[in-house]
């Protein structure tokens, strides 16, 4: 039986529906089936783009982006996928306020609505900071099938972890 390191908490019978597509070689043909290609925003500035359109689309009032890049220093299991940091200065006598959001590098290769899932989870991160119901309630507004990508996430993890690179 394999670890199922980003499943932790799923029932045992979606664990146990997990390891046996595992075991007949299957989680990447379901990936594919559902998610055929990877995304195209490659860059920082085509990421920071992406990521703008979806603020102003669902969060028009919130702060705005001072910068939204690729990561390569986020460590998917230890860390997180995706980093929301707020950064208050001081600079001569004004208060400087920063929004960034980072994304683990991984997800350069990923389908896009993956990509989307992880930005609109840090953007969630502008109005609501804990992970509570509201955040959640805002995650869903902005994707509406939110939840079912967080898990075919986990499941396309499991198969990097597992098989390597699907794209």
Request: proline share 2%.
């Amino acid at each position: 039986m394999q670890e199922l390191r980003y499943l932790a908490g799923y029932a045992a019978q979606i664990t146990g529906q997990v390891q046996q597509l595992i075991a007949e070689q299957r989680l990447g043909k379901l990936l594919l089936k559902r998610y055929p290609t990877a995304h195209q925003i490659k860059t920082d500035k085509a990421l920071y783009d992406f990521t703008v359109e979806l603020k102003n689309q669902f969060l028009r009032k919130a702060q705005p982006l001072s910068k939204v890049v690729f990561d390569s220093k986020i460590n998917v299991v230890h860390q997180a996928l995706g980093v929301h940091s707020f950064v208050s200065r001081v600079q001569g006598g004004k208060l400087k306020a920063k929004n960034e959001i980072r994304v683990g590098v991984v997800f350069k290769t990923a389908p896009l609505e993956f990509l989307r899932m992880i930005v609109v989870h840090e953007l969630a991160h502008l109005k609501e900071k804990d992970h509570n119901k509201a955040f959640y309630n805002l995650c869903v507004h902005m994707e509406p099938a939110y939840h079912q990508l967080e898990f075919d996430l986990r499941l396309y993890l499991t198969h990097l972890d597992l098989f390597g690179a699907l794209y």
